[in-house]
């Protein structure tokens, strides 16, 4: 009986890893729908050509913008009623917003359905990132964010490849997709760690409690920081690889969505290295330091790509991804830095924080082609494009110098407590 029900218990959590995987596959296709679809739906829609670039931004800013809004309400709402009721209202609500996108015929109609829709992928990879971190063992808890991120970043691979077939097809097949899924997730169960918290009178879901102690808030900001690289170079250098191919002298234009699909492979494989080193070597911290450091050389390599052909864009953009693979690893790092009553309001609203953050590196990318270009250069893209990824490297660097060693951490206790049995762990991280 007992091994009978070890079996039972090994094919639920595979179930689970399943479903948050397939789940996070679907969020990562519609997240980066628009980026692979921008030129063809704002033509499509009467954007005029100079306009395209810049309103494409305000577009992938108001997504941002939901991001940043919906990380917040589905992590409270996953401390205080559950991770599972996450899965399931955010996935509807950005389903019904995909079907909405295909029907977007003005530009204003548009930004304000990626808005709706930004609120609602919030939820997806930190319900599904906290649920497998609590239900898996603290050794192999990394196998299983591992899984749910290779898995999910292919959702990009699909993207590039249904677009191809027009842009609102695209958005009507991420739908479909969504609404698939929620039907799949009636199987899934809630994490055992948050039953037993539910029983505590310990507050659980306040997101001001990140706020009101210094400790606690400079980890969480920490956390959020050491993810910035990551979004600059999708959100940006990939997003507009037509403008800066043109810089580059490339013969012909290059395209973002081929961009996007070729970067989110190579990121996955990149997951794939970077969950199997930080297993290896029992270090997230140390992995995240090397795969950052290659990001900034991969970047070089692109920036100095001078007369890039389509071939030498997908090599790089391959590249670019695997050293920018370190996305689940960020994640669970995030994860592993506070107590189950806040853990759901942490893992859902850093990285949705780091997609937001998309929104001032935006800005601050925008003065510094205005400012280059008044200064006579000729490359303004290019050299913003430096200063940029230069500054973002240099604080996230910075803020993985402050996070502690969390491999192997006891997940099983409350924040303001310290957990149990971590004494050992707690020992190797001051090592």
């Known amino acids: 009986m007992q091994d009978l029900s070890i079996t039972k218990s090994n094919k639920n959590v595979i179930f689970l890893v399943a479903v948050a995987a397939l789940g996070y596959f679907v969020d990562i296709y519609d997240l980066l729908l628009f980026s692979i679809v921008r030129l063809q739906s704002l033509r499509d829609i009467g954007v005029a050509e100079t306009d395209i670039r810049t309103k494409g931004e305000f577009i992938i800013n108001m997504q941002m913008f939901g991001l940043l809004v919906g990380g917040i309400l589905w992590g409270v709402i996953g401390d205080k009623f559950g991770r599972i009721k996450v899965l399931f209202g955010s996935i509807l609500l950005y389903s ?3 079907f909405a996108n295909g029907f977007a015929t003005d530009y204003q109609t548009y930004a304000i359905i990626r808005l709706l829709a930004g609120v609602g992928l919030a939820g997806e990879l930190g319900a599904g990132i906290t649920l497998v971190s609590e239900t898996m063992s603290k050794e192999k808890r990394g196998y299983g964010t591992m899984i749910v991120a290779v898995v999910g970043l292919l959702g990009a691979a699909a993207a590039a490849t249904v677009a191809k077939y027009g842009w ?43 706020f009101t102690n210094r400790k606690r808030f400079i ?37 973002a969505g081929t961009g996007v699909m070729y970067t989110y492979i190579g990121l996955s494989v990149g997951d794939m290295f970077a969950g199997l080193f930080a297993q290896i070597t029992k270090s997230r911290r140390l992995t995240m330091l090397i795969f950052q450091l290659m990001s900034v050389v991969s970047v070089v390599f692109y920036l100095n790509a001078h007369g890039i052909t389509e071939g030498r864009f997908i090599s790089i953009c391959l590249f670019i991804g695997f050293f920018i693979g370190y996305w689940a690893t960020f994640v669970t790092v995030a994860s592993e830095q506070f107590g189950t009553n806040i853990r759901a309001t942490v893992t859902t609203t850093v990285p949705n924080f780091v ?77």
């Open 96 to 98: 019904l917003a995909n």
């Open 168 to 210: 609102q097809r695209a958005y009507f097949i991420g739908g479909g997709l969504g609404l698939l899924l929620l039907l799949l997730r009636v199987g899934t169960f809630e994490s055992g760690m948050f039953k037993q918290a539910e029983q505590s009178d310990t507050e659980k879901g306040n997101f001001l409690m990140l």
């Open 219 to 255: 980890k969480y900001l920490c956390c959020i920081l050491i993810g910035t690289p990551l979004w600059f170079v999708v959100g940006i250098l990939i997003t507009q690889a037509p403008e800066i191919g043109k810089e580059l002298g490339a013969p012909e234009t290059l395209s």
């Open 355 to 431: 997609r937001g953050f998309l929104i001032p590196i935006t800005l601050s990318f925008e003065f510094f082609v205005k400012y280059f270009t008044a200064q006579g250069y000729k490359n303004s893209i290019i050299v913003s494009s430096y200063v940029m990824m230069g500054i973002v490297t240099a604080i996230s660097l910075l803020a993985l110098t402050q996070l502690k060693e969390s491999f192997g951490k006891d997940l099983n206790y409350m924040e303001g407590e310290e957990p149990a049995g971590n004494l050992n762990a707690a020992s190797e991280m001051k090592a």
